[in-house]
């Protein structure tokens, strides 16, 4: 995904330098910063987010994320795009490996899907419509302009489970500068933790409680729903606020599925990496005493989306 205003670590060591990896948390393709090898960050200046350290978490992951996250529901881009007045170029922020740019190609006549990671966008599904882009991590306005497009020449920016991590002040300037005026529309998505039965959400929910110490702050962002989130846009036509608009997702998934998408959570690498196997076998017995098959080794899992979608209105920089 891309991130904004994030700085180099001030590190003496005589160590390579190297971007920071995407980083995932549950549903969630979470911020990028710049980091020296020795691991260590700085607190963006200027009065940006304050992010604790994080290692290069999603470097290990893009395989596993791109096959254990769900997608996202048809519902939610017919919504989208019933909002947006013209249907042709859509810049994707932190594509990934594609899950919305797929259905997005659908619907608009060119997508371009960027991201930081070159490794996630190995794992996007090439189509004629779409177009990859992998952007610096401080992603300036002639970049912009280079690799996605002119001052309001986009129809709609996509933020797709990544909006809590990025320098919301930085990013926003970015969307009302290249957003088409007064009608251009931004939608930011997130969805929280999956559903099953009561029995096993019950242990679900438990063990996401005690997995805490290992999110990210930010998480709470997604927890949250997105309502507290700064969304600084005019509600679309038809609307009296923007959001959060609720969706849901569905997947079916056998245990060991399920499994796997715990293990592209950007919480589960950093207690691997502490020493702690989140997924250890009293966890998994736990797991399977409440899991109820609904046939074929597969139940539904259900995963509740978050929509905020605004209109950028008559946007002057000032």
Known sequence: MDHYGCKVCECTSNKEQTSCILVMVVGTIIHMATLCVCGEREREGGGGVNYRKMANLF?????????????YPQQLFDFIASKTPTHDVVWDVGTGSGQAAISLANIY?????????????????????????CTSPNLSISELEEKI??????????????????????????????????????AAWCYTIPKTDDEF??????FYSESKPYWDSLRGLVDDKYTSIKFP???????????????????LMNLGEFCAYIRSWSAYQTAKDQGVELLN?????????????????????????????????????N
């Open 201 to 206: 959400n019950h242990v679900f929910h438990k």
């Open 281 to 317: 076998d009293g966890v998994i017995e736990e797991f399977t005493k409440a899991w109820k098959e609904d046939g074929n080794g597969q139940k539904s899992v259900t995963y509740p989306v978050y929509l905020r979608i605004g209109k950028v209105g008559k946007y002057l920089n």
């Open 109 to 133: 006549k060119s997508v371009i899907g960027t991201d930081t990671s070159s490794k996630q966008l190995e794992f996007a599904p090439k189509l004629p419509n779409v177009r990859y882009e």
């Open 59 to 71: 470097l290990k992951q893009a395989k596993q994320y791109s096959v254990a996250r769900p997608g």
């Open 149 to 186: 497009g002119t001052e309001s020449s986009v129809d709609l920016v996509t933020v797709a489970q990544a909006l809590h991590w990025l320098d919301h002040d930085t990013f926003y300037n970015q969307v009302k500068w290249i957003l088409k005026k007064p009608s251009g529309i931004i």
């Open 233 to 251: 846009f005019d509600p679309v036509d038809g609307c009296d606020h923007t959001g959060p608009f609720e969706f849901q997702t569905e997947k």
